[in-house]
């Protein structure tokens, strides 16, 4: 759908409501398949602002596959018409240290010939087969399940955030935060009418409250007793830690912060001291990302100076 205020392919919008796109890439690694698991074969491409790709890093890191699996940054800038770019001097990004390409839609059009022309607009998180030259998948919790499949063929720390006999119940949690609160968030900033907003916002603040309860007296959301981590805690994390931050202010989310969430924050908090998460998170690059690419949301691109209070109070 051609956005008409910018003329460029962008967002789609049912009734002034934001509707995301689905990802393209939807393969699978799998022993056996086209795609198995193997050391040093898959590459990633991320965004450090992006929630969806700080899940595959999220996995990665606590899977132990740091040294399996290797990744590039691109630059925070999200162009208007929704492209990434690649560039080593800003820091916290890379280059494209594999294919060499200076965007990402360079990346896609070699998995797919003419993505370019296609009038689609590549997306973060991307996972790349070194082997066969393209993309596997790239529907982040697609990717932070195969990651747990790899792990289980002996290439990751002996952990697992996806044990069986929960499998059912991080699903139904996925799937749960998924439209009210991981998209929620982007239904109540890109909304293009008051009804559109109004319904995003509170069904967002509604989970929200929902999950406050949930939490009581729990460490993570799936699981008998205080819980066990799993994907679940991952796919929540990466949207609550950018909601003070960003999405307050940002997507109008303004009901409540989540440090007004005790339950929530000290989710958050117990996230945050996992070991290496806290460096997983890159405050300035979450915060430039959204007040600098959404034009239409913010013109003047002025960044807002707050919040002094919070995990990320420290940043810039
Ligand atoms: N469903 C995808 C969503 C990925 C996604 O929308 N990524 C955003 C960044 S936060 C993106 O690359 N957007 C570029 C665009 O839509 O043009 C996933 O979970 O992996």
């Known amino acids: 759908m051609v956005d008409l ?24 690694i799998v022993e056996g398949g086209l795609f198995p698991p193997e050391d040093n ?39 208007p018409d929704g ?38 607009v590549g997306t973060v998180p991307v996972l790349w087969d070194k082997q066969l030259n393209t993309i596997v998948n790239n529907e982040s919790r697609e990717i932070i399940r195969m990651f747990d499949a790899m792990a289980s063929a002996g290439l990751g720390n002996g952990s697992t955030l996806c044990p069986e006999p929960l499998k059912a119940d991080i699903d139904a949690m996925i799937d749960a935060n998924y439209e009210s609160v991981n998209n929620g968030v982007y239904k109540s900033g890109f909304a293009r009418t008051q009804s559109a907003y109004d319904s995003a916002v509170h069904a967002l603040f509604n989970r929200l409250d929902e999950l406050e309860a949930h939490m009581e007296g729990r460490h993570w959301l799936v699981g008998d007793g205080s819980g066990v981590l799993t994907e679940a805690d991952l796919c929540l994390f990466t949207t609550l830690v950018r909601f003070d931050l960003v999405y307050v202010v940002h997507f109008k989310c ?7 969430y005790p339950n929530l924050s000290g989710f958050l908090e117990r996230m945050l001291a996992l070991p290496g998460v806290r460096d997983t998170c890159d405050w300035h690059h979450i915060k430039a990302h959204y007040f600098w690419s959404h034009e239409s949301l913010n013109p003047y691109r002025i960044i807002p100076a707050g919040p002094a209070v919070g995990p990320h109070s420290t940043a810039p």
Not at 5 to 26: L, M
Not at 254 to 260: E, T, V
Request: glycine share 8%.
């Open 5 to 28: 205020q910018s003329g460029a392919w962008t967002k789609a919008f049912k009734d002034g409501a934001f509707v995301r796109k689905q990802s393209e890439f939807r393969d699978v």
């Open 41 to 79: 074969r898959y590459h990633l491409y991320v965004s450090h602002a992006c929630p969806w790709a700080h899940r595959t890093l999220l996995a990665r890191l606590l899977l132990g596959l740091e040294k399996r699996i290797t990744y590039d940054v691109v630059d925070w800038r999200m162009e």
């Open 83 to 120: 492209s990434w770019t690649f560039n080593p001097d800003e820091p916290g990004a890379t280059a494209d240290s594999l294919n060499g390409e200076r965007s990402l839609e360079g990346v896609y059009n070699r998995a797919f010939e003419g993505w370019t022309h296609s009038g689609k």
């Open 254 to 260: 303004n009901l409540k912060r989540i440090i007004d």
